[in-house]
């Protein structure tokens, strides 16, 4: 196990936790990590990409192309998996 | 404004000052000289270096887009369509396309975006352009209207329904099934290459759709509308600062009852007016590209809000401009004639005054309490 692994569930939990901040702070309503925001409606047009570049900014990634497919939006527990990946995948290019 | 991009200001001017009037006149830019100026990089000039781009960051290029908007604004809009096109690529594609497309863009070739339609200009949700996948390719069906450059252009970013969401591909104006009908005298920024387009049963291989498609529509719009406004917005900047040149050597210059222009205190207040106007656009543009180039989620409403002040202002100002200049702006083809025109434009395209007011009450709403 790398260094990494072991620290993903501490990362996935601070992340998870960042996003429903970021959510509620500008729905003014409490999220579900499991809540589909984009099917009740709670993502406008604006709020869809202020999560994308808060992501960005925040841990240092790049979320474009197939990865900003829907699918990874909908819950904040998909948005959690992807920041990880695309976290890990960061890493393991700027490690080599 | 920055000194790194001296020589690329000069360049400009040299090919634009002393020939926008004819264009507006004309309602067309000599399509050599947008070749050339897109195989500088100098019309999505935000493109990175790897893709043979000149890698601006927002800053940067929305000063050189301002002083592309105070020469003409036609030339200014193919800037944003080219711009948003590159962006929209760049963020919604994958690496094939960014490489292949993104080339493309900064050698000379020449895109549109395509949004609008009949029904679905304001309630972009309303779109009906269809995005189909069938086998190995897509079918694209749909009416696209008032497409800014693509008069011009080799590539359209088409936006469209896709499965149970949407999707943006990318259609070669020469595929089969395209139709270009370009929009006679349209009322401001007249040599920007407005035109209809039609998209009948057209077929592409299945890597036109960027990304693979998927998108929620709401991110895809955003997205590219977010570059758009900033592109829009420091292009009214660049109308600001013409019509306040313009009025400042005008009033200066002109004696009436004995005395300049300037000498009397109604004309200084328009001078007044139109530098506080170009003061506080700037002010909003640059407070955008800030939050643009630091990764703020605040860009979303910065952008807004530039495009919304920089409009406006620049409607008001060119009003104020032809005023003061009276007569000597009064024909078409005068930069403070077209400014008057390609303003009211401004406050029409990229998020209409009223959508803008929008979205800023909305934030107002959700951010003050």
Redesign the interface.
Known sequence: MTINEAATPALAAQIQAGLLAFLEA???QVVAPGQDI?GTGL????F???????L??TYGIEI????????H?RTVEKMTALTLRLKAEAESTDSA | MPDQLADERALITGLVDGNAGRWDLDGLIPEDLLRDLGARGLLCAQVKPSYGGLGLDSATNGELTAHTGSLCSSLRSVQTSQGMAAWAISRLGDADQRRTHLRALTSGQLAAVAFSEQDAGSDLSAMSTRIQRSGDSVVVDGAKKWITAARYADLLVVFGQYEDSAAAVVVPRSAPGVTVDVIADPLGCRAAGHANVRLDSVRLPAASLLGGGGHPLSLLVTTALTYGRMSVAWGCVGILRACLRAAVRHASSRKQFGTPLTGHQLVARHLADLFVAEQGATRACEHASRCWDSKSPEVATAAVLAKYVSSRNAATAAASAVQVLASAAAQDGHVVARAYRDAKLMEIIEGSTEICQLVLAEHAVTTTL
């Open positions: 500008k729905t003014k984009f993502a406008t047009s604006m869809a990409l202020e999560l994308v570049v808060h960005e900014g474009a192309g197939p990865d900003l497919r829907l699918e939006f």
